[in-house]
């Protein structure tokens, strides 16, 4: 069993950066892939970013060159760090985790493949 548990969340003026936290239970060392989705009112939940075990990184085509994923084993901590936010980016944002397989280039944002889910935390970004 992982527990994830999210925080950073906030609400900001567009332009601004904010970084989402998430705390994970455990660490294994199988394969893993640890992803961050978002999901805004009326609208499908949807991959934002993933990391692998090995620290190779994917992303949405919405947030390339504003948003960073990155882990921190020895802390058991996942970060998502974003910047330039924009109005669009508002959403409840929720850290998930697949064990015992890696994330890939062609299904790393499949909600249905990830095993474990925080409760999420709300970013508002204002115009």
């Known amino acids: 069993q992982v527990q994830l548990v999210e925080s950073g969340g906030g609400s900001v003026q567009a332009g601004g950066s904010l970084r989402l936290s998430c705390a994970v239970s455990?660490?294994?060392?199988?394969?893993?892939?640890m992803g961050w989705f978002r999901q805004a009112p009326e609208k499908e939940r949807e991959g934002v970013a993933a990391?692998?075990?090995?620290?190779?990184?994917y992303y949405a085509d919405s947030v390339k060159g504003r948003f960073t994923i990155s882990q921190d084993n020895a802390k058991n901590t996942l970060y998502l760090q974003m910047n330039s936010l924009k109005p669009e980016d508002t959403a409840m944002y929720y850290c998930?985790?697949?064990?015992?397989?890696?994330?890939?280039?062609?299904?790393?944002?499949?909600?249905?493949?990830?095993?474990?889910w925080g409760q999420g935390t709300q970013v508002t970004v204002s115009s």
């Open positions: 998930a985790a697949r064990v015992l397989s890696g994330c890939y280039l062609g299904s790393w944002s499949y909600r249905r493949l990830y095993d474990y």
């Open positions: 455990r660490y294994t060392d199988s394969s893993y892939c």
């Open positions: 990391i692998n075990r090995d620290g190779s990184t």
